[in-house]
């Protein structure tokens, strides 16, 4: 929402965070009034892949 390149922006928050670190957002509309909103789940979700 507030990120010109959101997934740039989460993968280098991934790249940064500590193992077993937490991250927090908050995120004011829902995926269809603020598509990018998923971007998180996906980019996040995407490290736990080998």
């Known amino acids: 929402m ?6 740039a922006a989460l993968s280098e928050t991934r790249r940064v965070l500590r193992d077993g670190g937490t991250l927090a957002f908050a995120v004011w509309q829902t995926p269809d009034r603020n ?12 490290a736990a892949s080998p």
């Open 2 to 7: 507030l990120m010109a390149d959101p997934a």
């Open 35 to 46: 598509p990018w909103a998923a971007i998180p789940g996906m980019t996040l979700g995407s």
